[in-house]
T-cell receptor, first 114, second 114 residues
Framework: KAGVTQTPRYLIKTRGQQVTLSCSPI?????VSWYQQTPGQGLQFLFEYFSETQRNKGNFPGRFSGRQFSNSRSEMNVSTLELGDSALYLC?????????????FGEGSRLTVL | AQSVTQLDSQVPVFEEAPVELRCNYS??????LFWYVQYPNQGLQLLLK??????LVKGINGFEAEFNKSQTSFHLRKPSVHISDTAEYFC????????????FGTGTQLKVEL
């Protein structure tokens, strides 16, 4: 079956703009989480959605937001972009509600902020 | 809150030699432990996980890890590495029952040389 699909794979924005990233989980998976990966901070948890509800949130400013649709697809939005937002944004999906299952990652969306 | 420490940022090793990648964690509650691998320009792939039961966990590609509760460690080992094992390896922890949220270590770059 198809894996986790993230779009776009690469994008370039300028400071002050906003960006929306999309994630389609594996069919049947109801949990979607987002991570930011940077050389300096490593992999950091952004937020998790399960059945359209945000269940967990990391320590990121309010400029970072997300949502999940009824078909489990998720989007994350970053407003008023800063240079430090340049990163690889990874989406992951999980079949069940808990961590006893396997978390499947997409290939990521690489955001460059100029 | 939990944390993960990967002491070695880079580990060079010759092909067919054994390797150990070290991981220590800190948590005040029961945890699940994971090792993920990331190849260049790709997302993360699960190598293995410890949820409960036997402390020796076998994963894909010949990797194994041992959970040591007293030393709060979860070191990854492979008896004989191959060039194709060159990648970045991440240790991660999640609180059991804490939902779909992983805390990652900073990663270890494994470089296998001929």
């Amino acid at each position: 079956k198809a894996g986790v699909t993230q779009t776009p794979r690469y994008l370039i924005k300028t400071r002050g703009q906003q960006v929306t990233l999309s994630c389609s989980p594996i069919s049947g998976h109801r949990s979607v989480s987002w991570y930011q990966q940077t050389p300096g901070q490593g992999l950091q948890f952004l937020f998790e959605y399960f059945s359209e509800t945000q269940r967990n949130k990391g320590n990121f400013p309010g400029r970072f937001s997300g949502r999940q649709f009824s078909n489990s697809r998720s989007e994350m939005n970053v407003s008023t972009l800063e240079l430090g937002d340049s990163a690889l944004y990874l989406c992951a999906s999980l079949a069940t509600g808990g961590m006893s299952g396997e978390l499947f990652f997409g290939e990521g969306s690489r955001l460059t902020v100029l | 809150a939990q944390s993960v420490t990967q002491l070695d940022s880079q580990v060079p090793v010759f092909e067919e030699a054994p390797v150990e990648l070290r991981c220590n964690y800190s948590s005040s509650v029961s945890v699940y432990l994971f090792w993920y691998v990331q190849y260049p320009n790709q997302g993360l792939q699960l190598l293995l996980k410890y949820l409960s039961g036997s402390t020796l966990v076998k994963g894909i590609n010949g990797f194994e890890a041992e959970f040591n509760k007293s030393q709060t460690s979860f070191h990854l080992r492979k008896p004989s590495v191959h060039i194709s094992d060159t990648a970045e390896y991440f240790c991660a922890v999640s609180e059991s029952g804490g939902g779909n949220k992983l805390t990652f270590g900073t990663g270890t770059q494994l470089k296998v040389e001929l």
